[in-house]
């Protein structure tokens, strides 16, 4: 068997969820090679050679790459596509974009969002946001698969560095074009790649009052997300949003503040492996799926925690 | 300029699924349906992009069972056009879609084709990408923003993060995120107006599109269930649970 694992990166250095992929790359057996394609991305290259797995890095350094645009990327990864049994990408919004071109032009049922792996052809995934596990198994011969990258430790540092080649890139297809980002500045965690989260609901009452989550998620290196009905009420963008129609998270660590547990909300987070509930309301159904929660008002609740840690 | 535009007859997303007994999938007999919320939101655009006069005729399409036609009228009742329907008793995947849909494209020559970003039941979030590769056309994928300026459209997509701007050469294939809209309710005189609408029905087949799954299922079930959590007295019991017994602070 011979791997492909996409990567993710802002050519200087890979994105969280890239050694997570090679993690269940890994899983698979077999070699491993990872694709960097980028513009300028010798150091994300160096990077993706000292993970623990991979057998040689490819490099694909092109302008037509600077962003990640889904038909040069799809093109790209299609030039090579045939040295391989199975391409993994992360399930983030850069593997969820051209993944799927690649596996229709390979002919190939894409596998979308794997959660875990039973066997080099059978996987399990989410569906139902999250409320059904069902295992697939594909015998198409190329298997193109995004994983889902709480699904998987990630995978450590390599003892030595695996060797990295230049692969030709392929002309720019011209369909469309970067015009620019307007990331959400913050000095905080992405989401998706937090290992702590904190996150508020409707108690908040207002967007001035989520200061109290950031002073808390300062303390704890921690994201900051939002429940819908937050979101809604414009105390905070939406990008902010985790649940079944926003953000899928799973952190170590979870801090529900205000936050009543609406089916849609925990969809979204219900697989963090410890979930903290802070609420008033003692009836609040987000208690049903804490490990440890807390009958409190979340004014006089959250200080005392930021201070106490 | 034609819009065409694809939806999915979906579990009515307000429902609690069920995994069937046997293991063989979820419980679909017997429950609400409804059109796959980001399905919504498309339809919504290309009405919107009608209202504005930049769209002249919106076609829908469904790929399913006889049942989707109730689907569809609910797109017609939004103010879609026309309806098609590609009959599929069994469970059809979104390769098999996308070709589906490429066929129908092929067929009808719409400048723009509009689908959600994903369906909420097998999440897949494919189809729009692969018939966009399929047709050799530009994408954008999780749109919350589009404007149609002559050969073009300048397009604003959620990525992880943020925002980005992309410009894609039209004819193109756009999926819709939550943000573009909100859909319209359908209203009753809209619904009767809708009956009236021609809605085609077509077989794979007829297209000449192969629609066996790839993927064969082996076991669905539910995840596991969290275990019961233990209520603490205050915040100093918190602090010392999640360091002492979670240890993850």
Known sequence: MAILVIAEHDNKQLKTGVTNTIAAAAKLGGDISVLVAGSGCADAAAAAAKVAGVTKVLVADAAQYAAPLAENMAAMVLSIAQNYTHILAPATGFGKNFMPRVSALLDVQQISDISSIVSPDTFVRPIYAGNVLTTVQSKDPIKVITVRITGFDPAGAAANAAPIENVAAVADTGLSEFKGHELTKSSRPELTAARIIVSGGRGMGNGENFKLLEALADKLGAAVGASRAAVDSGFVPNDYQVGQTGKIVAPELYVAVGISGAIQHLAGMKDSKVIVAINKDAEAPIFQIANYWLVEDLFKAVPELTAQL | ?249
């Not at chain 2, 429950?31 to 829908?60: D, L, S, Y």
Request: include cysteine; proline fraction near 5%; aromatic fraction near 2%.
């Open chain 2, 1 to 249: 300029m034609k819009v065409l535009v694809a939806i999915k007859r979906v579990v009515d997303p307000n429902i609690k699924v069920r995994v069937k007994a046997d293991g063989t999938g979820v419980e679909t007999a017997n429950v609400k349906m409804a059109m796959n919320p980001f399905c919504e939101i498309a339809v919504e655009q290309a009405v919107r992009m009608k209202e504005a006069g930049t769209v002249t005729e919106i076609v829908v399409v469904a790929v399913g069972i006889t049942q989707s036609t109730e689907t569809l009228r609910t797109a017609l009742a939004m103010g879609a056009d026309r309806g098609i329907l590609v009959e599929v008793a069994g469970e059809v995947q979104p390769l098999a879609v996308a070709k589906v849909l490429k066929a129908i494209v092929d067929k009808e020559k719409p400048g723009l084709v509009i689908t959600g970003k994903q369906a909420i039941d097998d999440d897949c979030n494919q189809t729009g990408q692969m018939l966009s590769a399929l047709l050799g056309w530009p994408q954008a994928a999780f749109i919350s923003k589009l404007e149609i300026a002559g050969d073009h459209a300048d397009i604003t997509r959620e990525v992880d993060g943020g925002l980005e701007k992309i410009c894609i050469k039209l004819p193109a294939v756009v999926t819709a995120d939550l943000r573009l809209n909100e859909p319209r309710y359908v209203t009753l005189p809209n619904i009767m107006k809708a009956k009236k609408k021609p809605l085609e029905v077509l077989k794979p087949d007829a297209l000449g599109v192969d629609v066996t799954p790839r993927l064969t299922t082996l076991k669905t079930e539910e995840p596991p269930k969290r275990g019961s959590g233990v209520k603490v007295a205050d915040v100093a019991e918190l602090v010392s649970k999640l360091k002492n017994e979670a240890k993850v602070i």
